[in-house]
């Protein structure tokens, strides 16, 4: 079974600077994918990113790169250059590789970003 | 394509009253999944489903029924509503060759069980 710990209820970043959301995670499969979600005050949940337990590199994608380190157990979310639209609720979500393929996730309980102008 | 779609927005239930959450999404995924969202809390898997025919039970499967009887639609099936049972519930679906694994998620149906 897999945990997914996110330790920050609420983080605060200057619009244009850079902040890292933070997630454990806690596994014995050797195969596994994490993930970041969106979730903004309409409710509504986004993908942002992807990253599987053999990748090698870790994962971008415009502005969020995923800073994935195995033995730490952490897969921190990294928001460069934060704009005031990426004030939102950030789920960090885990699965074993069968599980992560059907959409059998566990999520963490989230982190609420502030973005101040 | 519409994505995920779910019905209704919005429900008020009395204790004990069934009803049936819909989900359908047209973009032919394989994989479809529910999910419930407690106030301040992640989402929690409750069932989910690899194909029409099959499904299988999430973490929190009590009080809901489900079935796929075709690729497009996969409803959630309250019993008897309970006031534990508040929450918003989301249906989301993948493809099975996205190297992504992107889930794509529907808007969301909030209910309140009085």
């Known amino acids: 079974a897999q945990k997914i710990t996110q330790t920050q209820p609420g983080m605060f970043v200057q619009e244009k600077e850079a902040v890292t959301l933070d997630c454990t995670y806690d596994?014995?499969?050797?195969?596994?994918?994490l993930f970041w979600y969106k979730q903004p005050s309409s409710g509504e949940m986004i993908f942002l990113i992807y990253?599987?337990?053999?990748?090698?590199q870790n994962a971008t994608e415009g502005r969020y790169s995923l800073n994935f380190q195995k033995a730490r157990k952490s897969a921190n979310l990294v928001i460069s250059a934060s704009q005031l639209g990426d004030s939102a609720m950030y789920f960090c979500?885990?699965?074993?590789?069968?599980?992560?393929?059907?959409?059998?996730?566990?999520f963490g309980q989230g982190t609420i970003l502030t973005v101040h102008p | 394509n519409a994505g995920v779609t779910q019905t209704p927005k919005f429900q008020v239930l009395k204790t004990g009253q069934s009803m049936t959450l819909q989900c359908a999404q047209d973009?032919?995924?394989?994989?479809m999944s529910w999910y419930r969202q407690d106030p301040g809390m992640g989402l929690r898997l409750i069932h989910y489903?690899?194909?029409?025919?099959?499904?299988d039970q999430g973490e929190v499967p009590n009080g809901y029924n489900v079935s796929r009887s075709t690729t497009e639609d996969f409803p959630l099936r309250l019993l008897s509503a309970a006031p534990s049972q508040t929450s918003v519930y989301f249906c989301?679906?993948?493809?099975?060759?996205?190297?992504?694994?992107?889930?794509?998620f529907g808007p969301g149906t909030r209910l309140t069980v009085t």
């Open positions: 990253q599987g337990s053999y990748d090698e």
């Open positions: 989301a679906s993948r493809r099975h060759r996205d190297l992504t694994y992107e889930q794509y």
């Open positions: 489903s690899v194909g029409a025919g099959i499904t």
């Open positions: 596994t014995s499969d050797q195969s596994y994918g």
């Open positions: 979500a885990g699965g074993n590789a069968g599980g992560t393929s059907y959409g059998k996730l566990t």
């Open positions: 973009m032919n995924h394989e994989y």
